[in-house]
């Protein structure tokens, strides 16, 4: 969809490992679209253990009634 577009595009014009995109992936952790919250739970979980302040939400993700969603969540968890 076009918010998938979207974080794709930031993606690509943002240092990926910047704080500014972490907050960014963070702050729209909600978002309605399976693919865009398990895209963003694949690139918070990139970040490591710098992503702690994802931790509560990823934990809630990782109960998703989409499995997708909860794989990409465990996983992201996992590296954090």
Sequence with gaps: GVRSAAFLALHGL???KSDQ???VLIMNMNDPDDHVRSGLAIAIGEFGP???AA???LRLMA???NEI???S???ALEKI
């Design 14 to 16: 943002i240092d990926n």
């Design 21 to 23: 995109y972490l907050e």
């Design 50 to 52: 710098r992503a702690q």
């Design 55 to 57: 931790v509560e939400q």
């Design 63 to 65: 109960a998703d009634t």
């Design 69 to 71: 969603v909860r794989i």
């Design 73 to 75: 969540a465990t996983n």
